[in-house]
């Protein structure tokens, strides 16, 4: 059944829905829109994904998503891959979709979709295995001329089934456990949301690092200037980042509280509660998004187009990219990071 000739594709009989979403942190929170959006367009239809552990973290309290399917695809033990793309294959067709989407693009995936028994089989037409698919969006990446962000570029995939305009909107959903852990955490500690801030250094990729140098100045420059004292989160993996950090503190009369390591949802709880969130270029940014924190990001690296959702809340830090770049190394400075955060305290409502 080849449906790719018609300009929006009207499905019927859409019960069971399988969307795949393999990725990163930041990748899978950038897909949440679709999720609503299916949920929008067939209500009474069963949604269920496909994520690799870390992605389920980001779904496990998400209302528009039914079933979560956690995939193993790691490499390290051969035998065991192909075992698990079997087993991942046969978990699909046992749901019997009647819609997949594909959002990954990569790897196994379109294989999965096209091998998944579903009548409709929806797809990017920048894909290179874009003929596994029989129904496609035929937008494509940065072919207007103009950067779109990742969030646009993601749910474009649905403009083949629908005409309607559907937010891009990281969604997340925070348990009530989650947010009275953090309010007794406060108490405990005596914090007081109104002075205080959430701090993340880390990130996936080393290239999105600014300096602890300048984090140091610039947590000095808020604390003397405005008051507010910084919650540091502690990142797995890369817990010399908070240490190294601590160490400079320590230095100055500046208070801080370094935190232990927190979950995904208790840390969704704690930027919820406190004045405003600084993150690099990472997963954790797009979670204060879906929050609608006020954050104040550097990009070193990636150019901010590429995340950027229109928000107000939102104050990207960066030095200049040549026209269409979205990768250029960035030169930040403390007095770059200080004048964005003069706007970002002035916006706090």
Do not use: W
């Not at 150019?303 to 960035?330: G, M, R, T, W, Y």
């Amino acid at each position: 059944m080849d449906l790719q000739n018609e300009e929006i594709i009207s499905l019927e009989n859409v019960h069971t829905i399988g969307v795949i979403m393999f990725g990163l942190l930041g990748d899978v929170f950038i897909r949440t829109p679709v999720l609503k959006a299916l949920k929008e367009l067939y209500p009474e239809a069963k949604v269920f994904v496909c994520v690799d552990s870390i992605g389920a973290l980001v779904l496990e309290n998400n209302l528009y998503c039914d079933e979560i399917l956690v995939v193993n695809r790691s490499k390290k033990n051969r035998l065991q891959y192909y075992a698990n793309k079997i087993s991942t294959l046969v978990k699909i067709r046992a749901r019997k979709p009647d819609l997949m989407v594909d959002l990954y693009n990569g790897g196994s995936s379109p294989m999965n979709v096209f091998l998944s028994s579903a009548r409709y089989r929806l797809g990017y037409a920048h894909q290179k295995d874009k003929k596994l698919y029989n129904i496609l969006s035929q937008y494509i990446p940065y072919s207007n001329g103009q950067i779109d962000s990742y969030n646009v570029q993601i749910i474009s995939i649905l403009q083949a089934i629908s005409k309607k305009q559907f937010s891009i909107k990281p969604i997340y959903n925070i348990r009530d456990e989650s947010r009275e852990f953090i309010a007794n955490y406060f108490l405990e500690k005596n914090i007081v949301s109104k002075e205080v801030y959430v701090i993340n250094l880390g990130s996936g990729g080393e290239e999105k690092l600014l300096s602890l140098d300048i984090y140091a100045q610039l947590i000095g420059y808020i604390y003397k200037k405005y008051g507010y004292i910084p919650l540091i989160i502690q990142n797995p993996g890369q817990e010399y980042l908070q240490k190294n950090l601590v160490q400079l503190l320590e230095k100055t009369d500046v208070p801080y509280l370094a935190l232990e390591l927190l979950t995904l949802d208790e840390i969704a709880a704690l930027i919820e509660k406190t004045l405003f969130f600084i993150t690099p270029d990472t997963g954790l940014m797009h979670l204060a998004f879906a929050l609608d924190a006020y954050v104040l990001t550097a990009f070193t690296y990636t150019n901010p187009k590429l995340v950027d959702l229109c928000s107000e809340n939102f104050f990207p830090v960066f030095d200049s990219f040549a026209e269409e770049n979205i990768h250029q190394v960035q030169d930040i400075s403390f007095d770059m990071m200080r004048e964005n955060l003069d706007r970002l305290i002035t916006s706090l409502k």
